[in-house]
């Protein structure tokens, strides 16, 4: 790592000589290669991705980050500096010191989300597109939901996933009829800013021991996409789901929903990860033609 780019990131940001010290690598992710970033002032956190897409994926993350930190009342790490040189872009930011969850954490995150999803538009979607991991995903605002979820969620992770040969045509037309009655299996509900990948990895304790979020996919959407995306991989207490249900009622129904919803992390892991996806994806297809 050359620590001179980002001694030059920070003076930027600063307008302070700060002197890099080490980097020490942090898990987490796939994607990206991570780093806390020692220096004679705080720590900070570093992203560096050298592929094709790095860059016009991470300023869609800093787009995101930012509408989250203006729209809810989370700790959102603060965006220090965005830069690519040469095959490299990096992306500086706050580091989030973490502390073991106060009292009232999963009610606290359960209340914050649904301050979060009270915050609605005129459409489904967003005002430009982001990822989803490092797939594209495409947010064309929408007038209703089942016909966004089905043409800007499912039905291109279905295209790829069918022109790399993870699915046969009949499992794509089988998808494509469950797609073709989504408007019956849905609630309707105004858009909710979501977080839109808002599993536990992406969830974080600050250092006063409040919930953070990190690595968001934001677009307005159902909010149910983010409960869902919640269950899938677990790590979130009953107690959140419980609080949440208090603060903001769910319709009737949403255990029957969420695996419906959950197509899509399930796609997007089949597309990134390979066929040992596959037989969710077609489990909940089975279940649902």
């Not at 706050?94 to 009232?104: H, K, L, N, T, V």
């Given at each position: 790592m050359d620590t001179g780019i980002i001694a030059g990131l920070l003076r930027q940001k600063s307008g302070q000589k700060i002197e890099v010290l080490g980097f020490q690598p942090v898990g987490g992710g796939s994607i990206n290669a991570a780093y806390k970033v020692i220096t004679t002032a705080a720590p900070f956190f570093l992203k560096?991705?050298?592929g094709a897409q790095a860059a016009p994926m991470f300023a869609a993350e800093v787009k995101g980050l930012n509408l989250l930190r203006r729209f809810s009342d989370f700790t959102i790490p603060q965006v220090i500096n965005?830069?690519?040189?040469g095959n490299a872009t990096y992306l500086l930011m706050e580091f989030i010191e973490a502390a073991g969850r106060g009292a009232g954490y999963w009610r606290e995150l359960a209340v914050k989300l649904a301050g979060l999803h009270?915050?609605?538009?005129d459409a489904f979607g967003l005002h430009h597109d982001n990822f989803i991991g490092s797939l594209p995903?495409?947010?064309t605002k929408t007038a209703d939901w089942p016909t966004f979820f089905a043409r800007h969620r499912i039905a291109p992770m279905l295209k790829l996933a069918f022109d790399r040969n993870l699915v046969d045509k009949g499992f794509k037309r089988d998808v494509e009829a469950v797609l073709n009655r989504l408007t019956s299996m849905m609630p309707t509900e105004p858009p909710a800013l979501l977080h839109g990948d808002l599993w536990s990895g992406n969830l974080m304790v600050d250092a006063a021991g409040a919930p953070c979020l990190v690595d968001p996919a934001v677009y307005y959407g159902h909010r149910e996409m983010d409960l869902a995306f919640a269950h899938l991989f677990g790590g979130f207490s009953a107690e959140f789901y419980r609080a949440y249900a208090e603060v903001y009622p769910l319709e009737p129904g949403f255990e029957e929903r969420l695996d419906l919803y959950n197509l899509y992390p399930l796609f997007v892991h089949l597309n990134l990860f390979g066929g040992s996806y596959f037989g969710q994806v077609n489990a909940i297809i089975s279940r649902f033609t």
């Amino acid at each position: 790592m050359d620590t001179g780019i980002i001694a030059g990131l920070l003076r930027q940001k600063s307008g302070q000589k700060i002197e890099v010290l080490g980097f020490q690598p942090v898990g987490g992710g796939s994607i990206n290669a991570a780093y806390k970033v020692i220096t004679t002032a705080a720590p900070f956190f570093l992203k560096v991705n050298r592929g094709a897409q790095a860059a016009p994926m991470f300023a869609a993350e800093v787009k995101g980050l930012n509408l989250l930190r203006r729209f809810s009342d989370f700790t959102i790490p603060q965006v220090i500096n965005l830069h690519t040189q040469g095959n490299a872009t990096y992306l500086l930011m706050e580091f989030i010191e973490a502390a073991g969850r106060g009292a009232g954490y999963w009610r606290e995150l359960a209340v914050k989300l649904a301050g979060l999803h009270r915050q609605t538009a005129d459409a489904f979607g967003l005002h430009h597109d982001n990822f989803i991991g490092s797939l594209p995903q495409a947010n064309t605002k929408t007038a209703d939901w089942p016909t966004f979820f089905a043409r800007h969620r499912i039905a291109p992770m279905l295209k790829l996933a069918f022109d790399r040969n993870l699915v046969d045509k009949g499992f794509k037309r089988d998808v494509e009829a469950v797609l073709n009655r989504l408007t019956s299996m849905m609630p309707t509900e105004p858009p909710a800013l979501l977080h839109g990948d808002l599993w536990s990895g992406n969830l974080m304790v600050d250092a006063a021991g409040a919930p953070c979020l990190v690595d968001p996919a934001v677009y307005y959407g159902h909010r149910e996409m983010d409960l869902a995306f919640a269950h899938l991989f677990g790590g979130f207490s009953a107690e959140f789901y419980r609080a949440y249900a208090e603060v903001y009622p769910l319709e009737p129904g949403f255990e029957e929903r969420l695996d419906l919803y959950n197509l899509y992390p399930l796609f997007v892991h089949l597309n990134l990860f390979g066929g040992s996806y596959f037989g969710q994806v077609n489990a909940i297809i089975s279940r649902f033609t």
